[in-house]
């Protein structure tokens, strides 16, 4: 899959074409035949020097038409026009595909349009979705006050059992929807049991991963057939630019997608495309720096006098650990984790005003600056009251994303603004 360059064919999907030419080993410039890890696909995956100049990046190609040479031979050489497919944007996508094992990607302008095309390509009026009662709260209010008004059904479910998504299913079901671990209470799916129950249904699963990236949890390995991905989290991971992604395990569903994406428009700009082929090259590091840190903050949390409850799935602790130690790839549970304090909402949302730098108190996470969210007004606010309530998000509920800052700076600040309240 390194040996590939993005090829896009009339019909807008990816495919990769193999550039090892016969009889050229021990050449510089061509790659070997052992098969490659992860951390040189994530870096290498669908970029190639320039054949013409040989630049090492791919170029930011930014042009929204592309000359013909005649009529006969439109798209002769793959692209048209930038809605459709950009070259730039096209060799992200099939990055994506190649890191998530996917057979094809569709790159978007957020995490939010990614999501809302994947229900688009999978769902009609009277169709039924079952989602996980826990999600991000815009895919929550997308559900309800977008798709539901256009006559599609949604039962929002527990996703913590398996069983209670096979008792949802009905005649209707085109599409069960996981979010693992979800945001922001970090509950874990058991994706096999739930692709399996899709399977026998003859309905989609898609899952929404942001908050695993692959060095942690490939969904696709787990049955699903589409991961989302909000790019604007750990893949681009530097509070640059917002970006998403559906990634499709099969031709079918991959055409859908794109399909969907040129209908809407919403096809993700080559400047970003560019700026996420460089900051995905090191997510990997990102996230085991991330991982370990975000491990130390829990320990120091759940020891400390005025901390009520501390949620990381790396914790001995953690409800779902056999979950996390079964999915999580190489011992990585990621960079988020949540946690209360004695005098519930008042005193959580003054630790949250008081809390120094290098913490930032705003939205977003996966990011080399670390993060604290007040779920309740930020990101979840769009929630029913009721609905964030049984789920657990309190309005003094503190989410925590750790940055690539020194962990000692990063619990020392946490150990400071403890004290004030
Ligand atoms: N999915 C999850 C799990 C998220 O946390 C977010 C945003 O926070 C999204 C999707 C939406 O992504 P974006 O903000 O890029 O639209």
Known sequence: MLRALNRVSATGASHVRSLAPAGARFKAGTWGDAPLRDDTTLVHAAVNPDQETGAILTPLYLSTTFVQESVGKYLAKGYSYSRTNNPTTSTLEAKLAAVEHGFGASAFGTGMAATTSAVFATMKAGDHCIITDCSYGGTNRSCREFFTPLGMEFSFVDFTDPENVRKAIKSNTKLIFSETPANPVLTLTD??????????????????????????????????????????????????????????????????????????????????????????????????????????????LEAHPKVTKVMYPGLESFPQKELADRYHRDGLHGGMLWFDIVGGSDAGTKLMDNIQRPWSLCENLGSTESIITACAVMTHANMLKEDRMKVGIGDGFIRVSCGIEDTEDLISTLAAALETC
Request: glycine share 6%.
């Open 191 to 300: 994706l096999d049991a739930i692709s399996k129950i899709a399977k026998e249904s003859g309905c989609y699963h898609v899952c929404d991963a942001t908050f695993a990236p692959p060095v942690m949890l490939r969904p696709l390995d787990h049955g699903c057939d589409m991961v989302i991905q909000s790019l604007t989290k750990f893949y681009e991971g530097h509070n640059m630019m917002t970006g998403g992604a559906v990634i499709s395990k099969t031709q079918e569903l991959h055409d859908k997608v794109k399909w969907v994406q040129n209908v809407n428009g919403n096809i993700m700009n080559p400047f970003c495309a560019f700026i996420i082929l460089q900051t995905s090259k090191t997510m990997a590091l990102r996230v085991r720096q991330q991982s370990k840190s975000a491990m130390a903050v829990a320990r120091f």
